[in-house]
């Protein structure tokens, strides 16, 4: 029904600036939170940036004053900004929409907890 595309990936040298982005398409009417979440070898996914669907925002520690989550709400996409990048910030990063809701034939239906199929970011030192 709803599928989440996340682009911007790639390989940065430490100290630089990648911008991901995330789209969410279907026939959307409206999404509430959105995020981004990351999982580096051999370790559990954690939240990166959270915002929600009014433009408030959250950051892990670890991001705060080099990560910046913003969304277009009219684009049903999220970005992600991330300066200063360190290698420790290596991981696939992936979008997430807790609800996400639709127009269908029957009605409205919404859907939960929805995944992009991640993209990665390398750092090198």
């Known amino acids: 029904q709803v599928q989440l595309v996340e682009s911007g990936g790639g390989l940065v040298q430490a100290g630089g600036s990648l911008r991901l982005s995330c789209a969410a398409s279907g026939s959307i009417v409206s999404i509430n939170n959105m995020a981004w979440y990351r999982q580096a070898p051999g370790k559990q996914r954690e939240l990166v940036a959270a915002?929600?669907?009014?433009?408030?925002?959250n950051y892990a520690d670890s991001v705060k004053g080099r990560f910046t989550i913003s969304r277009d709400n009219a684009k049903n996409t999220v970005y992600l900004q991330m300066n200063s990048l360190k290698p420790e910030d290596t991981a696939v990063y992936y979008c997430n929409a807790d609800q996400i809701r639709t127009a269908q034939a029957m009605g409205v239906v919404d859907v939960f907890g929805s995944w992009g199929q991640g993209t990665q970011v390398t750092v090198s030192s």
């Open positions: 915002i929600t669907s009014i433009g408030s925002t």
